[in-house]
């Protein structure tokens, strides 16, 4: 069964840093893009970053670059989302899925987790 599974939210005060992490069961992460999306209430959901099956390349949204560095461990089979200097706009439910910025009805999703920057 193929699943998807973050964990790593939590409440942050602006300017700390999360890590999240997307485990994947019942296939290979590095045979597929992964990207990390999120949604704030009544907002759209967005791509945040994504990274390449084919050479690793990484990919990040304007307004997380250079604060965001997404990353693969073949070795768990696993995709993490490091986040720095966060800001109250970064709160959201953060998702993982088999998709890079755009995706479609076939993808897979996790469930979410909720990322709070505030003081």
């Known amino acids: 069964q193929v699943q998807l599974v973050e964990s790593g939210g939590g409440l942050v005060q602006p300017g700390g840093s999360l890590r999240l992490s997307c485990a994947a069961s019942?296939?290979?992460?590095?045979?597929?893009?992964i990207g990390w999306f999120r949604q704030a209430p009544g907002k759209e959901r967005e791509g945040v970053s994504c990274?390449?099956?084919?050479?690793?390349?990484?990919y990040y949204a304007d307004s997380v670059k250079g604060r965001f560095t997404i990353s693969r461990d073949n070795a768990k089979n696993t995709v993490y989302l490091q986040m720095n200097s966060l800001k109250p706009e970064d709160t959201a439910v953060y998702y993982c899925?088999?998709?890079?910025?755009?995706?479609?009805?076939?993808?897979?999703w996790g469930q979410g987790t909720q990322v709070t920057v505030s003081s």
């Open positions: 019942g296939f290979t992460l590095d045979a597929y893009e």
């Open positions: 899925a088999t998709a890079c910025f755009q995706f479609s009805p076939g993808d897979y």
């Open positions: 990274i390449s099956s084919s050479d690793g390349s990484t």
